[in-house]
């Protein structure tokens, strides 16, 4: 043994140990960092998917509805957020249309997406007609996020339709959330030039609008945001041209 190598030792055998100690620390730290990390990934990713199953109950009950009274083939389906939920005198504001109403309260577009095999599909409707994506600017997403769900629920509904028509009733103005009107405008523009024969845009957003360019309050209920009965008529007067297209066009 060379002279003097014993008093090296625990020299050698405390450094190996710090090293290991910071090692292990080093590696516990970064651990714990990944891990919150991808807590914090998986938290903004769930929270940014459609909260498919608060929908279930609304969706069972029209099923239920469905067995108990089958809608006939070759009706008009409206479908979508509050706005066609709250619609209670849609079968009266078209008479003479078989009409649907399958809309669910706070959706947005990608929740239709998601229950189309199940209020979309086995109605084999003539005529498809969508009011979404009011909610999605709400929650903060961007007219192309808006256009980019509505293409995929055009995809998802033509990939088992493929020649049914769909309408998209034009996000309208409201006082609540009149602050959007850019994003509103933008969003609406997009949709309206997508190039499909059978793709159809409904603008109800000019009849929404006073002389002074605001929205016409005395079309909305109190909350300033769903239509009354006076703003469903107006819908309706703007929306019956297009039902009365025949299904092939």
């Known amino acids: 043994m060379p002279h003097g190598s014993g008093r090296n030792?625990?020299?050698?055998?405390?450094e190996n140990n710090v090293r290991s100690h910071i090692m292990l620390k080093i590696t516990q730290i970064a651990f714990a960092w990944l891990t919150s990390f991808l807590l914090l990934?998986?938290?903004m990713g769930v929270s940014a998917q459609p909260k498919i199953s608060q929908w279930e109950p609304?969706?069972?009950a029209f099923e239920r509805a469905d067995q108990t009274n089958p809608p006939p083939p070759e009706s008009v389906l409206f479908i979508g957020s509050s706005a066609i939920r709250k619609w209670t005198t849609l079968a009266k504001d078209f008479p003479g249309i078989s009409v649907i109403n399958r809309g669910f309260g706070g959706s947005q577009i990608a929740d239709s997406t998601a229950f189309a095999s199940r209020i979309i599909l086995p109605y084999h409707p003539r005529l498809i007609v969508l009011y979404a994506g009011d909610n999605d600017l709400a929650a903060g997403k961007s007219s192309a996020d808006v256009v980019a769900g509505y293409k995929d629920f055009v995809?998802?509904?033509?990939?088992?339709?493929?020649?049914?028509?769909?309408?998209?009733?034009?996000?309208?103005?409201?006082?609540?959330?009149?602050?959007?009107?850019?994003?509103?405008i933008?969003?609406?523009?997009?949709?309206?030039?997508?190039q499909d024969d059978r793709l159809l845009f409904i603008n109800i957003y000019p009849a929404m609008l006073n002389a002074d360019g605001q929205p016409k309050k005395e079309l909305f209920l109190a909350d300033g945001l769903h239509p009354n009965k006076k703003g469903y008529?107006?819908?309706a007067a703007v929306i019956r041209p297009y039902l009365e297209i025949p299904a092939n066009k």
């Open 186 to 194: 933008e969003t609406n523009r997009q949709i309206a030039a997508l």
């Open 155 to 184: 995809r998802t509904v033509h990939a088992q339709l493929p020649e049914t028509p769909i309408a998209f009733i034009s996000i309208k103005p409201s006082p609540s959330r009149w602050r959007l009107k850019e994003k509103i």
């Open 41 to 43: 990934c998986g938290a």
């Open 233 to 235: 008529q107006v819908w």
């Open 9 to 14: 030792e625990p020299v050698r055998s405390i």
């Open 58 to 60: 609304e969706i069972a």
